[in-house]
Structures are given as structure tokens and as C-alpha cells.
């Protein structure tokens, strides 16, 4: 198999089929391993799938059937997440106690971690399903940091559904109104990475922007200095002798 197979949605439909897909959006939202998985264009490739003037052209038997994605893939979404959320919270930091790999970086982790913090819990519960590898890493992070089942369930019954229907539908209807759409899968599915991962970006840079700030606050501000009488201080080595 093909490694550049594995980010390739359109690969993971017709090898795999409808199963395949709620096996897949399952397991990037609830199980570690699933991080590096095409959830957001997956997501849209399948309502694509799901209109008739699409699935013959990428490779499909016959169309998926739209309501039944639109009520298991949120379920799948929901469940896998709780299951995160479950993980975290039973196995508490150790779960992450491990070194980084070709796959598994601990800034992954810091990342998820950072958007809990910064939005607060609801918050980011929600805005972490539009975000690639954080919405893998965010559920067992908030288990960690002892957010209540009961209140993480319900946020993430929004987030689930938000994610996942809004990228079917979009992917429905683009199949449905788009001519010859099947001819933009690729682009299509490259932009909807690119656009999903802007604010990992975005994070990255404002966050090397303020430790360089922080760095340079702690740095000396000058090579001599004095005491406010106008004397050098006499502990200081640069002072003149």
C-alpha cells in the first residue's frame, strides 16, 4: 500500500466503503492512533459520494445513503470522543509520558492543551472538531485536566454534530449542484487541509512571537548599569573600574 494512500480520502471511500468511513471518523476522534487521518475532507468526499452524479465517477458502486451518514456519522464522532475523554481521564498524564516519534510529537499534546486553556473548556470542546490533530488530542487532554463527563458530553454532542454535518452537506451539495465536480476532489480535498490547519499556523506563530518577546524582556537591557543616585552598581561586572 501506497503511505500517500492514507491522506488521500477519496482512496479511503472506495477501498473501504460506508463502514470504513465511521470506522475512520471513530477513530480520529476517539483512539491516539487516529490523529494523521483524513477526518474534514473524508467528511466531504463521503457527501459527495452520497449524491448519484458523483459516485459512479470516483469509484463507487452506488450513492451512499445520505441519512445514514448524516445520523451515524455523528454518532461515531460523539462516541469516539467520549472515549477520549475517557482514556484521559482514567489514565491521567502517563497516557502522553512518552517520547516523540515520527508520528506522535509531545507538541501535539501541548497544542490541545494550549486551545483548553485559551478558549476554556466548552469552547474549545466545540472549535477542536474543526482542527486536525487537536481534535484527536483535545478529548483524552480534557479528561486529563478533570473536565466532568456529564459537561463534555454535552459539548461534545454540539461539536459532533456541527462538524460532521456541515462537511457532509457541503460535500452533498457541491456533488448535487457542481458539475464535474469529481474533477476538483483532490484540489478540493487539499484546500480543506489547508484551510483546517490555518489555525494550528496561526497558533504556532503568535506563539514563537511571544517567547521571543518573553526572551527578550528577561535578556539585560543594557551593558551598564546604574543605581538612581547616578553610581555604577558594584555588583555589576560590566560597571567600569
Known amino acids: 500500500m501506497d503511505l500517500t494512500n492514507l491522506l488521500d480520502a477519496q482512496w479511503w471511500i ?15 476522534t476517539g483512539l491516539l492512533i487516529g490523529f494523521f487521518l483524513p477526518g474534514d475532507s473524508l467528511l466531504v468526499v463521503a457527501g459527495m459520494g452520497a449524491s448519484a452524479a458523483v459516485a459512479s465517477s470516483v469509484g463507487l458502486d452506488a450513492p451512499f445513503p445520505l441519512p445514514v451518514l448524516l445520523v451515524c456519522a455523528p454518532l461515531c464522532a460523539i462516541v469516539g470522543a467520549q472515549l477520549g475523554h475517557y ?21 501535539y499534546v501541548e497544542k490541545a492543551e494550549h486551545y483548553f486553556q485559551r478558549f476554556g473548556p466548552s469552547r474549545a470542546v466545540v472549535l477542536a472538531r474543526f482542527i486536525p490533530i487537536v481534535r484527536t488530542f483535545l478529548n483524552p487532554v480534557a479528561g486529563m485536566l478533570g473536565m466532568r463527563s456529564s459537561t463534555f458530553l454535552m459539548w461534545n454532542v454540539v461539536g459532533g454534530i456541527l462538524w460532521t454535518e456541515s462537511m457532509l452537506l457541503i460535500g452533498y451539495f ?8 469529481d474533477h476538483y476532489i483532490l484540489p478540493g480535498a487539499a484546500l480543506i487541509i489547508l484551510l483546517s490547519i490555518i489555525p494550528i499556523i496561526r497558533e504556532v506563530l503568535k506563539s514563537r512571537k511571544e517567547s521571543k518577546a518573553l526572551k527578550a524582556a528577561a535578556e539585560p537591557r543594557g551593558r551598564h548599569h546604574r543605581d538612581q543616585s547616578g ?6 561586572p560590566t560597571a567600569p573600574r
Open 174 to 181: 457541491a456533488g448535487s449542484t457542481i458539475p464535474n465536480v
Open 14 to 28: 472506495v477501498t473501504f466503503g460506508l463502514i470504513g468511513i465511521l470506522v475512520i471518523i471513530f477513530a480520529e
Open 87 to 107: 482514556i484521559g481521564a482514567r489514565t491521567g498524564p502517563r497516557l502522553f509520558a512518552r517520547p516523540d516519534s515520527r508520528l506522535f510529537k509531545q507538541e
Open 231 to 236: 553610581h555604577w552598581d558594584a555588583g555589576d
